[in-house]
């Protein structure tokens, strides 16, 4: 059964995304973050969580936090393109959400959402990126299960959902099956991000963090971008919902996620070339920009395991790196295609490494032939214990 239903779903799966992905890979001349989608969930006859006393929607909270979030993006990046999934109380089908991000070649996907639970106890803010549990010793069916079919159950409102979706089922774990084969290739962007918004979240008119999660949601899985879902509370919960029905609260709610947009766009920028007007330097050329001028906040480089590194290596290695995950995987894994990749444990994520040199050049010119098989490969240097994007 399970043969059947893999041979029967994940081709169909593996062509949709790749047709999103193929939307979105133009190139825009612009390699500084200047899209981003902001998603408020739920709208129109979707209402989504409803409170107790049943005068507050879940649609109308997320609408008002993304309206403001994006006004306040705007007004500091008028340079940036904000686009919003919905402005209004309307029903837009998960499908669409994630192919107006694709098609406006999204750099960063916000997805705002509020919690329910069937208790009034639970409350607080979580993060979400796409992936399997965060919890390694728990079923991801059997855990955490009751949100995923709440934002995912919008599928079935829709008229055809049926051919729109082929059989993508939020009820039963068996549709989740081929999203825990699919490599997403911004693991580690989502993460970051989900990070900033957690640690900008703490001290908050929420106060409770729930901590950040992997899971299988439809609208992370369908975009083909760094992408997050925002969980701001709890609407059934008594001190949530009072809080959340302040005008204050949402709007410092907003200025939260809108200062992790500003560390992740200071960190993205600063990871591209860019010359004193913020356009791209031309290739081989540097920014023409002062010391003083430089972005504070360098590229991110991720700690290496000691057990990761090769005995008797040189202190500066260079090589191809082919994806990143949050599960370890055996270096002959059939995944790697006939490589065999050093796997490097990178805080929360594993990397997997190939064509691992000494000489920086050398590893470059492996990229093309390594891009055939991987298509977001990339050069990296391992240098004292860290890795580094190459340029």
């Known amino acids: 059964m399970y043969y059947y239903f893999l041979k029967r779903t994940i081709p169909a799966a593996l062509l949709a995304l790749l047709c999103n992905v193929s939307n979105a890979s133009a190139p825009t001349g612009d390699l500084s973050l200047n899209t981003v989608v902001i998603d408020a969930g739920h709208g129109g006859h979707d209402p989504g969580a409803v409170s107790r006393d049943r005068r507050t929607y879940e649609k109308t909270l997320t609408l008002d936090i993304a309206n403001r979030l994006a006004g306040m993006i705007s007004d500091a990046y008028p340079e940036v393109n904000v686009v919003r999934t919905r402005t209004g109380d309307s029903f837009i089908p998960l499908e669409d959400r994630a192919v107006k991000a694709n098609k406006a070649n999204s750099n960063l996907f916000i997805s705002i959402h509020i919690n329910a639970s069937r208790s009034s106890s639970p409350n607080g803010y979580s993060v979400h990126i796409l992936g399997q549990s965060s919890v390694k010793s728990r079923d991801l069916f059997a855990y955490n299960m009751d949100v995923c079919k709440r934002e995912n159950s919008v599928i079935l409102l829709e008229d055809d959902y049926s051919t729109r979706y082929q059989g993508f089922d939020p009820s039963d774990p068996e549709s989740f099956i081929f999203m825990q084969l699919m490599q997403n290739s911004n693991l580690e962007q989502s993460l970051d991000f989900a990070q900033m918004i957690y640690d900008n979240l703490k001290g908050g008119p929420i106060r409770a963090g729930r901590g950040i999660w992997q899971n299988p949601f439809y609208v992370l899985w369908k975009t083909s971008m760094p992408a997050v879902l925002v969980e701001l509370g709890f609407i059934s ?16 709610l907003a200025g939260a996620v809108f200062r992790a947009f500003e560390e992740y766009k200071a960190a993205y920028d600063s990871s591209v070339s860019l010359d004193k007007d913020g356009k791209p330097a031309a290739k081989g050329e540097k920014p023409a920009v002062s010391a003083e001028e430089q972005p504070t906040r360098p590229a991110v480089a991720m700690p290496v395991a000691a057990e990761d590194v090769q005995e008797g290596s040189p202190a500066t290695e260079y090589g191809i790196q082919i994806f990143a995950g949050a599960k370890k995987l055996n270096p002959s894994d059939p995944a790697f295609k006939g490589y065999r990749p050093r796997v490097i444990n990178a805080g929360k994520v594993y990397k997997y490494v190939v064509a691992i040199t000494a000489d920086e050049a050398e590893a470059k010119e492996k ?23 190459l340029k």
Not at 238 to 250: F, G, I, Q
Not at 376 to 382: L, R
């Open 237 to 252: 919960n008594e001190d949530d919902l009072s809080t959340l029905r302040k005008d204050t609260n949402r709007a410092k």
């Open 367 to 389: 990229l093309p032939d390594v891009r055939k098989k991987f298509g977001d490969a990339f050069a990296v240097k391992i240098s004292d214990g860290k890795i580094f994007p």
